[in-house]
């Protein structure tokens, strides 16, 4: 089972699907374009246990986190 993580300013929002099953993938790969043009970033962790961003759907990534743009000030 995979899982998509979307932090935002009230926590987080967890989105899990299986990656063998046509829809749910479809689902998440929606999901995951809609974020990314919304300005979140996208990132999978590493074997290494390392982070490393993602610019295009990987669905067979365990886990992808989106962080939300920030805002300075």
């Keep these: ?3 998509q ?5 009230t926590g987080d929002s967890r989105h899990p ?3 063998d099953d046509v829809q749910g993938v479809a689902k998440a ?9 919304a300005g979140f ?6 074997s290494s246990g390392q982070t490393s961003q993602i610019r295009m ?3 067979t990534a365990e886990q992808t986190l989106f962080f939300p743009r ?3 000030g």
Excluded at 5 to 9: C, E, S
């Design 29 to 37: 790969e929606q999901r995951f374009n809609e974020l990314t043009k």
């Design 1 to 3: 089972m995979a899982i």
């Design 17 to 19: 699907f299986n990656p």
């Design 57 to 59: 759907f990987d669905p």
């Design 41 to 46: 970033t996208a990132a999978v962790r590493t």
């Design 70 to 72: 920030l805002v300075g």
């Design 5 to 9: 993580i979307v932090m935002d300013r």
